[in-house]
């Protein structure tokens, strides 16, 4: 099979690739802890093989109970000269049997056969790892998404394969919805594709997914301005388990507070100070409402803490989950202070 005689790279840097990009090679490695995109890579490979080869002999082997000699067997040319696709799961748990058989395959591989290896993490079969990566077969890298942009970038990305187009906000209502787990995301993402005949805004988001972000940035703002610390920080937690960034939940407490200290400071009527301020008039009445509850002193250190916080999510701390909770507790504790 021509695909399984892809070139090796000179580097094990420039055989890593996205699993977007997995390819059909005689050896490729598909490696990382996130199971979704693992298999992703997996039936991108796998599908890609059927269509040079529609009677491909697919095999799947188990890395940890695995049986001296079974490799050999599975590679060996069939009777009817059959293109071969073996597929091995749970490297990362892999018995000395396979370990030798595979650092023996993969000295001299065999024509037309796609061996596609899954490791998910871990120090086992370091060595084998160790062999592809530094002979050049293909690495396919499957790492958790954990970053916000990492999500956005991945829907994007989905839309863009499924020819469809979605709005920048109905990108992060989606991702703040049912970004917890990557896999639900994708479901997500297919639904919507499948479903819309047009762009998808963050109102379509909204119909299907609504009821599901149960959390965002402003409600976090709004129970920690309240005074209310343990909603302000479930509110919190479970925005940030759905895959809300740190950075503009700092950025709603910053927006509440700014708020608060302008009115603080000014004379005058609600309407008056609405004008001076070029604020509507009824929020101006529920600044003045919530600055009854606050002492200079609790405000000037809500302030200090969200800023602080702010530097933090945005590079300065390797912790910015703790720079949000902190400051929330601050103000929840500030809030009350009166």
């Keep these: 099979m021509a695909a399984a005689q892809a070139s090796k790279a000179k580097t094990p840097a420039a055989n890593t690739v996205s699993w977007r990009d997995a390819a059909p090679s005689a050896v490729v490695l598909v490696t990382g802890p996130e199971e979704y995109l693992g298999i992703r890579a997996m ?3 796998r599908s890609q093989v059927r269509t040079v080869s529609p009677n491909v002999e697919v095999t799947k082997l188990n890395a940890g109970s695995y049986e001296s000699g079974t490799l050999s067997m599975a590679v060996s040319p069939s009777l009817f000269d059959e293109a071969k696709l073996i597929e091995v799961e749970g490297l990362e748990s892999m018995n ?40 050049g077969w293909p690495v396919v890298d499957c790492q958790p998404l954990k970053k916000d942009a990492e999500k956005t970038a991945f829907v994007v990305a989905e839309f863009k394969a499924g020819s469809r187009r979605i709005d920048a906000e109905a990108v ?9 787990s990557l896999s639900e995301l994708a479901a997500a993402c297919s639904q919507l594709i ?50 809300v960034d740190p950075v503009p939940l700092v950025a709603a407490l ?8 302008k009115v603080a400071g000014a004379q005058g009527s609600s309407a008056h100070i609405a004008r001076q301020l070029g604020m509507q008039p009824w929020l101006v009445e529920q600044a003045q409402r919530d600055v009854r509850r606050w002492t200079p002193e609790g405000l000037i250190r809500s302030i200090q803490v969200t800023a602080e916080a702010d530097a933090q999510v945005k590079g300065l701390s390797r912790d910015p989950v703790y720079a949000v909770e902190h400051a929330v507790t601050v103000i929840a504790t500030s809030a009350r202070g009166r």
């Design 254 to 261: 910053a927006a509440k507070l700014r708020t608060l200290a």
């Design 96 to 135: 000395d049997a396979f370990l030798a058989d595979a650092l023996a395959y993969l000295a001299q591989p065999e024509n037309d056969v796609v061996v596609v290896l899954r490791h998910a993490g871990g120090v086992r079969g370091k060595k084998l790892l160790d062999t592809i990566k530094s002979s």
């Design 172 to 180: 992060q209502a989606l991702v703040n919805a049912v970004g917890a």
């Design 194 to 243: 499948s479903d819309s005949t047009t762009a998808v805004d963050a109102a379509t988001v909204e119909r299907y997914y609504g009821g599901r972000v149960e959390a965002t940035a402003f409600k976090v703002a709004d129970a920690a301005m309240a005074g209310n610390g343990p909603l302000a920080l479930s509110s919190l937690r479970h925005a940030l388990a759905t895959g």
């Design 43 to 45: 039936d991108r490979i």
